[in-house]
């Protein structure tokens, strides 16, 4: 029997008389990523506040880390850090002043040394000491992820992390989610951006006016749809393969050599 990081059968949850769940089934792996995919409205958020013990479910059973969310939340709790769809970083602290103060509020051991670990980890050390109301939204998102691993929760919850992001913070955040998971973490990703899904997940589930209608790996669901006929096309740069090959890896450095051929042909 696969013993499963997190386990949700038959969840059911209704506002008055919209039916949000209508009985989602999933399970997922320890130290996988788990994309759930949907559109705005199919009841994403509603799972992972049930999950996270925020909602309580009006039918089903949930468990993460083997700890049922219904009957033992407080052990959940422990288990688990969720990032919401917004980051909740406190502007007027530097990134190292808010990453100290979540360590010491959860007691962990050595919490300076901890915050420059976690900076130095997320690529931050360069604005440990700046205020974070001058960060990036890709860095703010990266700190808000960075703060919910301190403790090491075997589990984390991603809601919609990169909403709202550009291009180049997107790329930003999805690394900090391939590193994460890496190091073994229990991903559950909720997105409604198919290429985000495709880029992180292990596994993705589709879910759709509440329920789960597909479930499974990229190459699983790909064969979900008749045979492709196959054909010759020329493979043409993507408009996210343009705008980072000319905005370059750092936006303060000079335009790349694309960027310069362009004008010279002006």
Known sequence: MTTHAIH?????????ELRVLRGVDFGV????VFALLGSN?????????????????????????????AARPAEVRESISLTGQFAAVDGTLTGREN??????????AGPGQVADDLLARFQLTDAARRRVSTYSGGM????????????????????????????????????????????????LLTTQYLDEAEQLADRIAILHRGRIIADGTLDELKRLLPPAEVEYVEKQPSLED??????????????PAAAQTAEEKR
């Open 8 to 16: 949700v059968q038959g969840l059911e949850k209704s506002y008055k």
């Open 29 to 32: 792996a320890p130290g996988s």
């Open 41 to 69: 409205g199919a009841g994403k958020t509603t799972v992972v506040r049930i999950l996270s013990t925020l909602l309580k479910p009006d039918g089903g059973t949930a468990s993460v880390n083997g700890f049922d969310v």
């Open 99 to 108: 990453l100290v103060l979540v360590a010491r509020l959860r007691r962990v």
């Open 140 to 187: 703010r998102r990266r700190l808000d992820i960075a703060m919910s691993l301190i403790g090491n929760p075997p589990v984390v919850f991603l809601d919609e992390p990169t909403t709202g992001l550009d291009p180049q913070a997107r790329v930003e955040v999805w690394n900090s989610i391939k590193e994460l998971a890496g190091r073994g973490t229990t991903v």
């Open 242 to 255: 343009v705008f980072l090959a000319i905005i370059g890896d750092d936006t303060g450095a000079d335009a």
